[in-house]
């Protein structure tokens, strides 16, 4: 266990629904990381926040993405209108500079 | 554009030692880091190199040259246990923003 807990571990779904993750980090980490990983890949970056500020976001991020940390503690994805290719697992990882502590993720499976 | 490249399989036998290579284009370069990740799990932190050379954390060991773009992780005294999938990381930072790039990963096998 890092620290980091995401929610909720599973989320099946049908196409075209929303659906919305959260993560809460570790408390003194003031930078956090979305992550998508599918199989046999590695995770790739979707977006990252230093405290409140949401500083990058992936070019592959499209506008049915949006992530949100409203107070610089937990933070939210919400994929709006949901595709059969976003499914993935979804991770969440909080830092300081050098190290990234991840969550245990959460499975997206779009029927 | 950034790019990572990594053996996709690498099988050793267990007690022996592995070595697994990354290569990396980027801009930015800030630091290299390994994770490791078994099946079903998140990824953990193994180890991270801003400068060249070696560090050692146990039966682990990371390397890097900047000059090369080039970095190893070395697993000694290998255990089944170590069977997992292994991914170079590259840290990309500049004054607004940092970023986390992923290789797209080595799976070791461990054979007893």
């Known amino acids: 266990d890092t620290g980091v807990s995401q929610d909720p571990r599973h989320k099946i779904t049908k196409r075209g629904q929303n659906v919305t993750f959260r993560c809460d980090p570790i408390s003194e980490h003031n930078r956090l990381y979305w992550y998508r990983q599918t199989l046999g890949q590695g995770p790739e970056f979707l977006t990252y926040?230093?405290?409140?500020?949401?500083?990058?976001k992936s070019r592959l991020l499209s506008d049915r993405f949006s992530a949100e940390r409203p107070k610089g503690s937990f933070s939210t994805l919400e994929i709006q209108r949901t595709e059969q290719g976003d499914s993935a697992m979804y991770l969440c990882?909080?830092?300081?500079?050098?190290?990234?502590?991840f969550g245990p993720g959460t499975r997206l499976t779009v029927l | 554009g950034q790019s990572l490249e990594q053996p996709s399989e690498v099988t050793a036998v267990e007690g022996a030692i592995v070595q697994i290579n990354c290569t990396y284009q980027?801009?930015?370069?800030?630091?290299l880091s390994w994770y490791q990740q078994h099946d079903g799990g998140a990824p953990t932190f193994l180890s991270y190199?801003?400068?060249?050379g070696l560090e050692e954390t146990g039966r682990f060991s990371s390397f890097l040259s900047r000059s090369d773009s080039y970095g190893y992780l070395l697993l000694q005294e290998l255990q089944m246990k170590d069977s997992a999938s292994y991914f170079c990381a590259v840290r990309e930072e500049d004054s607004s923003a940092s970023k986390i790039i992923f290789g797209s990963g080595t799976r070791l096998s461990i054979r007893p």
């Open positions: 926040f230093q405290n409140e500020a949401q500083l990058e």
């Open positions: 190199n801003a400068l060249d």
């Open positions: 990882a909080s830092s300081p500079p050098n190290e990234q502590f």
């Open positions: 980027t801009s930015g370069f800030y630091g």
